[in-house]
């Protein structure tokens, strides 16, 4: 995998488009799961297996709050759903999906990228400012207490990691 950033630095921290753009890939891939998750059902909406059904293929159901019943998928439609499949989705319901997005995105919005500059040094003595992207929220500014400086801190790395298989996802975005 190629590294298009500048070869005299260690640290992606000094692309700050890059940091932008991973920012700007969470944000839309967010509000994809949100409206996906959203129309599948909503807030309202949780989703169980009829266990009358077979134990090969079953129907999914959704509950609503006033207890009413509708089906997702019923045995026998084409496309019927495994047993497997429908426990994973079951779990994964859109109330669900939708806590885990708020949380995600409240995350992401805690860890915003800051644009700043910082004097770089160069090996004949020399100084210059070059521009830095680093976390709102782990760094604080002072190199001794700052739990992590630079961008994409350890959160966002994780929320990087969590969303990896969808589309857009950049490999280069969790390395270093």
């Known amino acids: 995998m190629s590294d298009t950033r500048d070869p005299d630095t260690t640290t992606p921290s000094f692309d700050v488009a890059k940091a932008h753009a991973m920012v700007a ?97 160069d090996d004949d003595g020399t100084s210059r400012s070059v521009p830095y992207a680093t976390c709102g929220y782990c760094d604080t500014g002072n190199p001794y207490e700052s739990p992590h400086m630079g961008y994409p801190c350890p959160t966002i790395r994780g929320l990087l990691r969590a969303h990896r298989d969808l589309p857009g996802f950049n490999p280069e975005w969790t390395e270093a």
């Open 25 to 121: 890939w969470l944000e839309n891939t967010l509000l994809d799961t949100k409206t996906i998750a959203e129309r599948a059902g909503g807030d309202s909406a949780v989703w169980h297996l009829d266990e009358t059904a077979s134990r090969q293929f079953v129907n999914l159901v959704r509950r609503h709050p006033e207890s009413s019943i509708d089906h997702v998928v019923t045995w026998g439609q084409t496309g019927a759903i495994s047993y497997p499949d429908a426990t994973h989705a079951a779990r994964h319901h859109p109330r669900h999906e939708l806590a885990v997005n708020d949380y995600h995105r409240a995350l992401l919005a805690l860890h915003r990228v800051e644009e700043t500059t910082i004097t770089r040094y």
